[in-house]
């Protein structure tokens, strides 16, 4: 066992890998460890510890002993032993090779207490894979259409008889029956999609400049430069002057002895949720795919900071009234046994579920749009919003299999579930209580329907051009009915006056630049977009861009 001095608690301890820049040649080298408490994650820590506590043939998932690890988040942790013989630096040294071959894995692995012959064994937890679409979500589709067995039957070509036993379970749903389905309800078929809402990435050997020249591509001349107290760095390039895609860094320092200007590496880029689809207009222009322009990024050893996946309920699968009720009355289950709710009818309610680094948020997307004066077509949201090595994960497994949807809707299924009925609070205290207790419950239909169809969803970008539509929307609402006023009061000539001599912030003047810009990127071949087509959203494994 291992034990965490500043909580004085035991712990298993799992090796996770090294971290990126930290290791040189030493014998006391840094190296990532999980701390699992009854068999489930509970921390990772960077530690310091003595070359000979590690095995030579030390693997991903490995149990090590460190004794007291000592130290905090502030000054670094350490598990070296005064005791401790120094380890032959033959075999250290093939130790440190190891060690290097690792370096960078990316991966953030759960680790799960599983039970043998009355002998604990511990492996690495795969996340549960959400159920194929069953007779009873055709049910529940049925239900919300508003429609008897025998309309529905009727309306997508199969005898009443059929439909009754899929319903029940005594007849396979077939592809066949599924495609007529979405033949007869186009809209269902796109019911559901998936989309990056939020990408932070950090780049600890380059600087903000090249981070917008040499990863992004964008041009840099629509960026605008300010000083920062952020994150702790002191300098940051806003694209078009404002909060949306963004990049950050150290500001150059003057060298005491030479004078000269000295430049710190290190620098970190954020796309928020508009600036995700900003930049999938660049990512067009460049003709990348998401999953390209990462793999971009990682060459230039680009670490996820945290990377929001957005599970977009476009037909109003959910009910935010059934989401909230059941929340309050305790008819959920989630892995992380913590949760908020914010938020009300009129404005939209927003529901929480676990902290950082891992956080499932479910919201009322229409009404959130609507405060900020904006539309949008998606009705509710589910987003994954994952830190640090949680979408080092996701990032991961979607390079090494293709498959992010998949992996995405399992990762909800397996952290999140809402029932139909009460759950028994002491139940909860068990072990395996997902496997032995909840799967027993009757399921909401809405989450689990979501769950289910959320597996063949596609997973597509949106690009958006750089727009002044907030700025529009808000006088359009607020401005233009005193407008009116001195218009017809005779102060017109005022306004047009005033506007014609308003002196404009940097911030106004990058932002008209970037709008008026037709191509943002550096590429050396600019595509023709029309973003006016009725079509604006392209599947991500479409690299021709169609429409999805």
Same mark, same amino acid.
């Given at each position: ?74 000054? /670094?942790?350490? !598990?070296?032993?005064?005791? !401790? ?54 049910? +529940? ?86 000083? +920062? ?11 078009? /002057? ?32 508009? /600036? ?49 009720? !059941? ?112 799967? +027993?419950?009757?399921?909401?239909? !809405? ?102």
């Amino acid at each position: 066992m291992t034990v965490l001095a500043e909580t004085n608690q035991f712990y298993s301890a799992t090796f996770l890998g090294t971290t990126q820049h930290s290791l040189a040649y030493t014998n006391t080298p840094l190296i990532k460890v999980g701390l699992s408490l009854h068999g489930e994650l509970q921390t990772v820590k960077t530690v310091k510890v003595n070359g000979n506590q590690l095995s030579n043939n030390l693997k991903l998932g490995d149990f090590i002993e460190l004794g007291i690890i000592k130290g905090d988040e502030l000054n /670094g942790y350490t !598990a070296i032993s005064i005791d !401790a013989t120094q380890a032959n630096d033959n075999n250290y040294r093939k130790l440190f090779t190891d060690l290097e071959s690792l370096k960078n894995v990316g991966k953030y692995q759960l680790l799960k207490l599983v039970k043998n012959d009355e002998k604990e064994d511990n492996a690495m937890e795969d996340f549960i894979k959400a159920p194929k679409l069953q007779g009873s979500h055709i049910k +529940t589709i049925r239900n919300m259409l508003n429609l008897k067995q025998t309309e529905f039957a009727e309306k997508i070509g199969v005898s009443g008889s059929l439909l009754s036993y899929i319903e029940i379970g005594s007849k396979p749903i077939t592809d066949e029956f599924v495609e007529k389905m979405y033949t007869a309800f186009p809209d269902l078929k796109n019911a559901l999609d998936l989309q990056f809402d939020w990408v932070t990435i950090t780049f600890s050997d380059m600087t903000g400049e090249q981070v917008i020249n040499d990863v992004m591509r964008l041009k840099p001349e629509l960026f605008l430069e300010r000083s +920062t107290t952020q994150n702790f760095y002191t300098r940051e390039f806003a694209f078009a /002057g404002e909060k949306n895609i963004y990049v950050q860094d150290f500001e150059p320092t003057k060298d005491i002895d030479t004078n000269q200007d000295v430049q710190k590496v290190g620098a970190t880029m954020y796309l928020t949720g508009q /600036g995700t689809r900003l930049f999938e207009k660049a990512l067009l222009e460049q003709g990348l795919t998401w999953k390209k322009f990462f793999v971009q990024a990682k060459r230039f050893k680009g670490t996820f900071s945290r990377l929001d996946i957005a599970i977009n309920d476009n037909w109003g699968l959910l009910d935010m009234d059934e989401i909230i009720e !059941a929340t309050q009355q305790n008819r959920f289950w989630s892995k992380s046994r913590s949760f908020a709710i914010h938020g009300n009818n009129q404005d939209g309610w927003t529901a929480n579920f676990g902290k950082s680094p891992f956080v499932i948020r479910i919201y009322d997307k229409q009404k959130e749009q609507e405060q900020k004066g904006l539309e949008t077509s998606i009705k509710n949201r589910v987003e994954l919003e994952l830190h640090a090595d949680r979408a080092e994960q996701v990032i991961s497994e979607w390079f090494e299999n293709d498959n992010l949807v998949e992996y995405s809707v399992s990762i909800l299924y397996t952290y999140l579930w809402f029932v139909d009925e009460p759950i028994d609070v002491e139940e909860l205290k068990g072990n395996h209580v997902r496997e032995r207790y909840i799967d +027993t419950l009757k399921p909401m239909p !809405a989450w689990s329907l979501l769950t289910s169809l959320g597996q063949s969803m596609k997973f597509v970008r949106e690009p958006k051009e750089q727009s002044v539509d907030s700025i529009l929307s808000w006088i359009m609402k607020y401005v233009v009915p005193s407008l009116e006023v001195l218009k017809k009061t005779g102060h017109w000539h005022e306004v047009i006056e005033a506007m014609d001599k308003a002196n404009l912030s940097p911030e106004q003047e990058k932002l008209i630049m970037a709008t008026t810009k037709n191509a943002i990127t550096q590429a050396s071949k600019q595509l023709n977009i029309n973003f006016e087509k009725p079509t604006k959203k392209y599947n991500e494994d479409d690299e021709q861009g169609k429409g999805a």
